[in-house]
């Protein structure tokens, strides 16, 4: 990508900790100056951003662009997928690598990497999922993140049969992740009850997109939430759930996180922004439209709790899963609900979801709406202060956010490949109005202006701030395990 230079004039800049009114210049694609009354140079592109707030770049942590899954791929590639992206003021996505059980993790990796680097319109980054365990596999990890850039691992407990790994690979998977510096990140459902639950209610002769929700309940999830975090306690390394869907997993994080352990979660914009009573809808197509995994789920008062959650700081990051299949690819699962490919929109409409059920209701504050859509994200995965922040030697990703504009969200206006928008119809007040990619304009007036194939892989370090203090954690607990002196057994009766 062309390093740009552009001139914000007049603009509030907002970062997760204060927020202040200043012009913003980037040169080369480098934050170069923030102050007021900055004066032009000549022939430097200049934005007035008067009345409205500049905020960091948004970051969404879990994407899956052109996803090889369940017999077909997302169609949302990483070019479309991009391009929503900056359409709604996100930046930079982590897209997870996934592979087949007995695949290299390598080639996985460079398989994805290289679809990346061919299509992305901002910068990325790159989880690896572990699908299966073996020497070689520890050892790949280790390739992984001293070579390749890579510093977080995620464990399937769901996907029986395909991607889910056992309780005892978990731990072995836990206890790499630690020695490398990576945070262990996982997909918590109870996999063998979900496996069991499908069977139940296909015999009971539900086969509709209901059946999802139904076979896969919030209990099970917040039981594997709860198993995912006391086995990564138990290794003492610090461990992040994925798309928090429920109540009840909520609830178990903010439990273990008031006992101090090492706990992350990630809503994501689906949970905050609509309830899971459409699987229910006599359409079918547009009961399939919300089927992923963990279900969005059916209790109205869910989606206002994960907030609350959010804004109290027991859940840290927004995400989105997004992994979009258009209507054909959905009728996969027509006769059979656990054919029904997984996943819903979400990284177009993230930010303004956010700001309108969180900022809009009073629950956020502007400071903490960075905190949620980027900045926590960057420190989380060691990006930061390169991205989540509006700081002198920062990356140039900055957003126009105009709080007071509105739009309505539709599938004929959205930027996705796919046919269907899970927020059909929800008019948000607060939306990206100018999006700068490395001090270029991406997104303005409606309009995309990418450069297929210009965003940048960004590598993240190990041990970032997450691995704070663990060392001595575990030379605290270590000097707990003391062994009892005593006397050799004797049996008595000799």
């Known amino acids: 990508m062309v390093k740009g230079t552009i001139l914000i004039k007049n603009g509030t800049v907002v970062n997760d900790d204060r927020y202040f009114k200043s012009d913003v210049l980037v040169e080369n694609g480098i934050i170069k100056e923030i102050s007021k009354n900055i004066e032009p140079k000549e022939g430097i592109k200049v934005v007035d951003a008067t009345d409205k707030l500049l905020v960091p770049g948004g970051i969404d942590t879990h994407t899956h662009f052109q996803l090889p899954f369940m017999g077909t791929v997302s169609v949302d590639d990483f070019d479309i997928g991009t391009q929503a992206a900056v359409a709604g003021g996100t930046t930079f996505i982590i897209d997870f690598v996934i592979p087949t059980r007995g695949q290299s993790l390598l080639e996985a990796y460079d398989q994805w990497k290289k679809w990346a680097d061919e299509k992305v319109n901002c910068d990325y980054s790159l989880h690896v999922a572990i699908t299966w365990w073996s020497e070689q596999v520890s050892k790949e990890m280790e390739i992984l993140v001293k070579e390749r850039g890579v510093n977080s691992f995620k464990c399937f407990m769901a996907y029986k049969n395909s991607f889910m790994v056992t309780d005892q690979e978990m731990y072995h998977i836990f206890k790499r992740c630690k020695e490398l510096g990576a945070i262990a990140q996982v997909h918590a459902e109870n996999g063998d009850m979900v496996f069991e639950g499908q069977k139940k209610i296909l015999e009971m002769g539900i086969t509709g997109p209901e059946g999802h929700e139904l076979s896969r309940p919030e209990a099970l999830e917040a039981e594997a939430t709860n198993r995912a975090i006391v ?3 138990s290794v003492c390394t610090p461990v992040y759930i994925v798309h928090v869907q429920s109540i009840g997993a909520a609830d178990v994080i903010c439990k273990h996180r008031k006992e101090g352990v090492r706990v992350y979660g990630e809503p994501i914009a689906a949970g905050l922004g609509v309830d899971g009573s459409h699987m229910w809808n006599h359409d079918w197509r547009h009961a399939a439209a919300y089927v992923m995994g963990p279900p969005i789920r059916p209790d109205p008062r869910t989606k206002g709790v994960l907030m609350d959650y959010l804004a109290r700081g027991d859940l840290d990051c927004v995400g989105t899963d997004n992994c979009t299949f258009c209507a054909e690819q959905k009728a996969m699962g027509k006769d059979d609900f656990t054919k029904i490919p997984n996943g819903v929109n979400g990284v177009e409409d993230r930010m303004s979801i956010v700001w309108e059920n969180g900022v809009n209701t009073g629950k956020l504050t502007w400071c903490q709406f960075v905190r949620a859509t980027s900045s926590e994200a960057a420190r989380i ?49 607060g939306i990206a109005i100018t999006t700068i990619v490395a001090g270029n304009i991406v997104w303005s007036d409606n309009k995309l202006s990418c450069v297929k194939g210009s965003g940048q892989f960004v590598p993240r370090p190990p041990f970032g701030p997450v691995f704070d203090g663990i060392e001595q954690r575990d030379k605290v607990r270590n000097e707990l395990l003391r062994k009892v002196d005593r006397k050799p057994y004797e049996d008595q009766n000799k």
């Open 231 to 233: 086995i990564a306690d």
């Open 381 to 429: 995965f060691n990006i930061y202060p390169r991205k989540g922040r509006i700081d002198v030697g920062c990356d140039g990703d900055i957003v126009v956010w105009d709080p007071n504009q509105s739009k309505t969200i539709s599938k004929d206006t959205h930027h996705h490949a796919v046919d269907f928008n899970i927020f059909e119809g929800i008019k948000v007040t």
